[in-house]
């Protein structure tokens, strides 16, 4: 396929594994912690993807855009934290995650993990999936002052590690991931069993789809 790629970024999320179970029981805790009612794990799936402020926010606005009571969101978000704290890591890795980075990794392929999920989540739920050793870096959302959309995080991963933009892939699920990719110079290909808000992924602003990680170790070597 023409891919002269030496690293691959790995968004967590609806990408490696599935999450939004986990994330919506923590959700649902929030909100009867709150009097609020609860949401369909269908629906609190769709607001994941632009970190846990945003989820959040979403969760006590029904998703609208109008700004919630600023110490209302504050509670919300403390209360996520404390829960999803508890419950952290209860997820599965999608089928063929290990088997794809194991090989990719065998193959001499530099591999990262970003995503907007904040640290203190990230590093438990890759440790407990048997993921964190696989990656050379992984950044999470409160890593550095930006998170994806914003390219930051993709080119703090590519200076670490030593490689340029154009060598580098973002395997991700969603919008935000292709907008990173563009913005930072990187190959972006999707998979479209995650978290798009609901919406599929525009196939012309990627270079490749893939249905299951495994199909990556084809297009790769
Ligand atoms: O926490 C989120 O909102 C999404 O996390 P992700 O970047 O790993 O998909
Ligand atoms: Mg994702």
């Not at 855009?65 to 890591?89: C, G, I, R, T």
């Amino acid at each position: 396929m023409g891919f002269h790629v030496k690293a691959v970024m790995f968004d967590l999320d609806g990408t490696l594994v599935n999450t939004a179970p986990e994330i919506a029981y923590a959700a649902n805790q929030m909100l009867s912690a709150l009097n609020l009612p609860n949401k369909s794990p269908a629906q609190i799936a769709r607001y994941i993807g632009e970190g846990v402020q945003m989820l959040v926010k979403r969760c006590v606005t029904n998703g609208t855009q109008v700004e919630p009571d600023e110490a209302l969101l504050n509670d919300a978000q403390a209360l996520f934290f404390e829960h999803y704290a508890q419950n952290v890591s209860t997820s599965q890795p999608y089928h063929g995650a290990l088997e794809t980075l194991n090989e990719l990794k065998r193959t001499g392929f530099k591999l990262a993990c970003v995503t907007n999920k904040p640290e203190k989540f990230t590093l438990p739920l890759l440790n407990a999936t048997g993921l964190a050793d696989f990656f050379e870096l992984i950044v999470s959302g409160d890593t550095l002052p930006k998170k994806k959309p914003n390219p930051m995080q993709l080119h703090h991963i590519c200076k670490k590690l030593g490689v340029l933009e154009t060598e580098s892939m973002l395997v991700g699920d969603s919008d935000t991931d292709v907008v990173a990719a563009h913005a930072a110079g990187c190959y972006i290909v999707t998979v479209p069993y995650g978290y798009n808000q609901g919406k599929a992924i525009d196939e012309s602003m990627v270079d490749a789809t893939i249905e299951h990680l495994p199909d990556l170790i084809h297009l790769l070597t």
